[in-house]
């Protein structure tokens, strides 16, 4: 019996560790009745994995026999590998005992779609249900929906869940359509459009009364894969602005595609996952979400593709070298937040502390920022006179040169010979 | 001029309300464990007060919001030597200044009580993420730690919310003390018992489970790992090996 579980676990596990989101933020849910659990506001991260991605949720999927055929997923009807299913008592079993010897902050469950839509999301939610309402489980849980679901069973899924994503899988329709024929944005949409309303309306009623349970507290999410499809880093982070904008989505998950077939239409076997690339693409979603930048600034028509040798920020500074110098004692909260080398917390640190006295660069480096990055674009109260106005690819030179990069390992500048 | 004390917060607070009676000027403070006499300085014996302590910890609390009097209780738990001086700096500098200047992250000391605090809080979200529980054969759970920090005080209020409806007791080894949860409150306890007993491995002791579900994490830790992936550095960053003997996965 328990090789058995063993084996299941082994299977369906990594079947789902290709889903990267393993977020356990945004949940107040509080633990009632003197029963197990409850959400924490930041999220805790109770392990990492040897790729340095964190583990905070039993990340499995309820079973991995699938309908459908999309060529990016190991889990697709066509490939040949093992299958499995959990019963809801094994998966009830194993996050009850692994939370509570807090090995996890949650489940994340998911699923491959067997028979139909609505028979798949009807098992995931037995399990929710059983969890919430029969072991008095007050955990975190992140749950699919199933695209195609009835909005009952949705609904319902919703007032047990905490978190409810989709995945958009591909960052354009077009994509979408060349590795799986079968799927389309639209299906993705409706569901998301029809939670985001679901939350609003509930947050509505709760405001008048205050008995109505809460609905999905942690929001949803989605991911597209990076790199299998010859997208366009603006295409991608175009995409990602619109469903952030659209169905206030808590956030979008890149995940660079890791070859599993050798399916003519993507990367064959054994190229390396776009690990630089999805680096690259999350900066650019935290500049958007936390920096105060449009995508537009970031990405355009002029930089289709997002520069590999130095970050977002700082290319977005050196194209606009006309708002730079600014002064660190008087500028804009809103400007000094997009000099590179400062933070979201050196600048609150920042505009608090001028307030007692003009700061000078010894305790501009106290507080904590970048200064070697940062003072080619700051003054402050004893910064040195400078006689020569330096060109952005002369700072380009000098910011390259003292930083070293764990993706490139040569400069770029540097020709191979062989 | 060296103000000797016993060490403990109050002590800490009685000293800054006997600065504030006395006007010394410039006055370094010690505890009685490390104070040495030298032949130039006077030295002055606090005598820790209660009610002295009371006042001058609720006048903190008047002047600063609720996360900056953590921050000093957090900067006080770091154990660290230089911190009593400069909380005590930091107390003294709060009382001579208008409201508000808690926020001149220029000054020195304000910096050095929010870095230190900052480890702290790092500290015990650490701890908060890296306990393994082990189920004992009574159907206690149990774990031994030993952080850099005395972050114990922090833990409580997470794990009596947290898991209300099992008995746990989370034990400092190094500090030889720990909290137990009974089902109603948590209580300090002291173990007399050997350092070996702690340790992970006293298979006769736990829950015939136990091992089981230690398996099934252990699988699931290495399956959800994707070797194309992989990224030591990364990983050791987030997870330093000083932390590993606790972890389950890692063992």
């Given at each position: ?11 369906l ?15 107040d ?47 697709r ?28 902050e ?32 007050n955990?975190?849980?992140?749950l ?34 060349l ?22 309306q509930?947050?509505e ?54 070859p ?6 993507m ?8 690990l ?9 979603d ?13 990405l ?28 660190i ?14 933070g ?28 070697n ?14 006689l020569?106005?330096f ?6 030179g ?21 | ?32 464990q ?78 050095n ?71 109603e ?49 990364l ?17």
């Amino acid at each position: 019996m328990s090789e058995r579980l063993r084996e299941k676990l082994n299977i369906l596990a990594d079947a789902a560790k290709y889903d990267v989101s393993c977020s356990s933020s945004g949940s107040d849910r509080k633990n009632t009745n003197k029963g197990v659990g409850n959400g924490h506001q930041s999220g805790i991260c109770h392990t990492y994995t040897e790729d340095g991605r964190c583990v905070s949720l039993l990340k499995i999927l309820l079973t991995n026999h699938c309908i459908f055929d999309c060529a990016y997923c190991v889990s697709r009807r066509s490939n040949d590998i093992e299958r499995a299913a959990f019963t809801v008592d094994e998966v009830v079993e194993l996050t009850m005992n692994f939370y509570r010897r807090n090995y996890i902050e949650g489940l994340f469950l998911s699923s491959g779609i067997f028979k139909n839509a609505d028979f798949t999301m009807e098992r995931l939610l037995r399990v929710v249900k059983k969890l919430r309402l029969e072991e008095n489980y007050n955990g975190y849980i992140h749950l699919k929906t199933i695209p195609g679901a009835s909005d009952e069973l949705i609904t319902e899924a919703g007032l047990y869940a905490d978190r409810m994503s989709i995945n958009l899988e591909m960052p354009t329709e077009t994509g979408l359509k060349l590795l799986a024929p079968e799927k389309s944005h639209k299906d993705v949409i409706k569901p998301l459009g029809f939670v985001k309303n679901q939350i609003i309306q509930f947050k509505e009623e709760k405001k008048l009364i205050k008995s109505v349970p809460k609905f999905v507290p942690a929001g949803q999410s989605t991911q597209m894969v990076i790199g299998a499809t010859p997208e366009t880093d603006k295409e991608i982070m175009y995409t990602a602005a619109n469903f952030y904008k659209s169905f206030s989505l808590k956030r979008v998950y890149y995940s660079g595609y890791i070859p599993i077939s050798n399916d003519s239409r993507m990367p064959v076997l054994g190229t390396q996952p776009p690990l630089l690339r999805e680096n690259r693409l999350y900066q650019t979603d935290w500049l958007m979400r936390f920096y105060g930048f449009d995508v537009r600034e970031l990405l355009n028509d002029a930089n289709p593709h997002l520069d590999t040798d130095i970050d977002p920020k700082l290319s977005w500074a050196l194209r606009n070298m006309h708002h730079f110098p600014i002064d660190i004692n008087t500028a804009d909260y809103q400007m000094i937040l997009r000099v590179p080398g400062i933070g979201v917390g050196s600048a609150q640190k920042i505009v608090q502390a001028r307030k007692f006295g003009r700061l000078y660069i010894h305790q501009l480096k106290k507080i904590g920022i970048a200064y070697n990055r940062a003072k080619h674009f700051i003054t402050c109260a004893d910064s040195p006179y400078q006689l020569k106005d330096f060109q952005s690819h002369e700072i380009k030179g000098f910011i390259l040169a003292e930083s070293q990069s764990k993706y490139l390992k040569t400069a770029n500048n540097q020709l191979l010979l062989f | 001029m060296i103000y000797i004390f016993d060490g403990s917060l109050e002590g800490l607070l009685t000293s800054v309300f006997e600065w504030f009676e006395r006007k010394p000027g410039a006055v370094t403070i010690v505890s009685k464990q490390k104070y040495q006499p030298d032949v130039f300085t006077t030295a002055f014996e606090v005598l820790t007060d209660r009610t002295k302590a009371d006042r001058v910890w609720q006048g903190l609390t008047k002047r600063l919001d609720r996360r900056w009097m953590r921050n000093v209780y957090c900067a006080y738990l770091s154990e660290i030597p230089e911190m009593q001086q400069e909380i005590f700096g930091f107390c003294i500098y709060i009382f001579q200044n208008p409201a508000g200047a808690e926020k001149n992250y220029g000054n020195a000391q304000v910096l050095n009580i929010a870095q230190t605090a900052r480890k702290v809080e790092r500290e015990k979200h650490r701890m908060e993420a890296f306990i393994r529980f082990q189920k004992t054969a009574d159907g206690l759970f149990y774990c031994g730690i030993d952080p850099d920090f005395n972050v114990i005080p922090l833990l409580v209020n997470h794990f009596k919310n947290r898991y209300a409806d099992q008995q746990w007791i989370i034990y400092d080894i190094k500090r030889h003390y720990g909290i137990f949860y009974n089902l109603e409150t948590v209580e300090e306890i002291e173990m007399d018992i050997d350092i070996n007993l702690l340790k992970k491995s006293n298979q006769h002791m736990l829950d015939e489970q136990e091992m089981l579900y230690a398996d099934l994490w252990k699988d699931y830790f290495k399956s959800t790992n994707i070797v194309a992936r992989k990224n030591t550095k990364l990983h050791t960053q987030h997870v330093p090996k000083r932390y590993w003997k606790y972890l389950t996965e890692k063992l």
